[in-house]
């Protein structure tokens, strides 16, 4: 059974950082890209950012520059470096697999709150 558990969200000030975990057990991880997705009140899930198998690595608009994805296969853990936080980065995190043509898996999230 694959399981994915998320940490390190938390309160930070705008302009502050965070390090967001992933730890995924099975052996669902090596094999798959991962992602980071964040869904804030009242709005649409969003793609953060995804680190393919070889190490590349997408990021979405709104989080470019600001945020890094990485990955350390030995660990199976993924990892979302946050900085220069924003108001409008609070929400929900959520890591998963990313496997084209079968089901993904989702951690359970972890939630980040941005203060002005």
């Known amino acids: 059974q694959v399981q994915l558990v998320e940490s390190g969200g938390g309160l930070v000030q705008a302009g502050g950082s965070l390090r967001l975990s992933c730890a995924a057990s099975?052996?669902?991880?090596?094999?798959?890209?991962m992602g980071w997705d964040r869904q804030a009140p009242g709005k649409q899930r969003e793609s953060v950012a995804l680190?393919?198998?070889?190490?590349?690595?997408h990021y979405g608009d709104s989080v470019k520059g600001r945020f890094t994805i990485s990955r350390d296969n030995a660990k199976n853990t993924v990892y979302l470096q946050m900085n220069s936080l924003k108001p409008e980065d609070t929400a929900v995190y959520y890591c998963?697999?990313?496997?084209?043509?079968?089901?993904?898996?989702w951690g359970q999230g972890t939630q980040v709150t941005v203060s002005s």
């Open positions: 998963r697999t990313i496997r084209p043509g079968e089901p993904d898996y």
């Open positions: 680190i393919t198998t070889g190490g590349i690595t």
């Open positions: 099975g052996s669902i991880f090596s094999s798959n890209a």
